[in-house]
T-cell receptor, first 115, second 111 residues
Framework: DSGVTQTPKHLITATGQRVTLRCSPR?????VYWYQQSLDQGLQFLIQ???????AKGNILERFSAQQFPDLHSELNLSSLELGDSALYFC??????????????FGEGSWLTVV | GENVEQHPSTLSVQEGDSAVIKCTYS??????FPWYKQELGKRPQLIID?????GEKKDQRIAVTLNKTAKHFSLHITETQPEDSAVYFC??????????FGKGTRLSVIA
């Protein structure tokens, strides 16, 4: 158990809908990262938050947004869902200052299926 | 930005043989290079990492080497076992950038 908690574990929704994925980082970790993993694909970095502030942005679609709350949990919002958004979404956290060069620990992921 | 290339994409070895996975990176400022193992349907788990001030690191059957000049690093698994079968990801980051992952290597250890 990495200490990173993600909910829901599985989610099936229809095209055009909106979903919210939730992540609680390890106790004491200030940084939260979101990654997307499609079938047979690597881990695509979406976005990073550090202590409530956006720190880095990767290949995140405009239909997607995220935030980190004062209690440090984070939510990833996916809207106007398309079939191609079906993927495993991972949250990860790290304990350092939010800069790179840090070990990150992954949650179990949220499986999203868009039908 | 950083780009990480990983080879091979699939690798099959006989139990007891060694496995080597290679990665190259593009950003000379990268200074942290972890390796993650991901079993089917599970989360990626850190198995070993190396920082740019070190050329080699070992942990039992696993070792990682880093060549900063050539901007490549490698994972070596010796005496492979069936439970080593998984997808392995290399990654790189610098002080100002988050981890960028390679596309993964699917390792199959044949008993």
């Amino acid at each position: 158990d990495s200490g990173v908690t993600q909910t829901p574990k599985h989610l099936i929704t229809a095209t055009g809908q909106r979903v919210t994925l939730r992540c609680s980082p390890r106790s004491g970790d200030l940084s939260v990262y979101w990654y997307q993993q499609s079938l047979d694909q690597g881990l695509q970095f979406l976005i990073q938050y550090y202590n409530g502030e956006e720190r880095a942005k990767g290949n995140i679609l405009e239909r997607f947004s995220a935030q980190q709350f004062p209690d440090l949990h984070s939510e990833l919002n996916l809207s106007s869902l398309e079939l191609g958004d079906s993927a495993l979404y991972f949250c990860a956290s790290s304990s350092r200052t939010g800069l790179g060069g840090n070990t990150i620990y992954f949650g179990e992921g949220s499986w999203l299926t868009v039908v | 930005g950083e780009n990480v290339e990983q080879h091979p994409s699939t690798l099959s070895v006989q139990e007891g043989d060694s496995a080597v996975i290679k990665c190259t990176y593009s950003d000379s400022a990268s200074n942290y290079f972890p390796w993650y193992k991901q079993e089917l349907g599970k989360r990626p788990q850190l198995i070993i990492d190396i920082r740019s001030n070190v050329g080699e690191k070992k942990d039992q059957r696993i070792a990682v080497t880093l060549n900063k000049t050539a901007k490549h690093f490698s994972l070596h698994i010796t005496e492979t076992q069936p439970e080593d079968s998984a997808v392995y990801f290399c990654a790189a980051s610098s002080i100002n950038t988050p981890l960028v992952f390679g596309k993964g290597t699917r390792l199959s250890v044949i008993a």
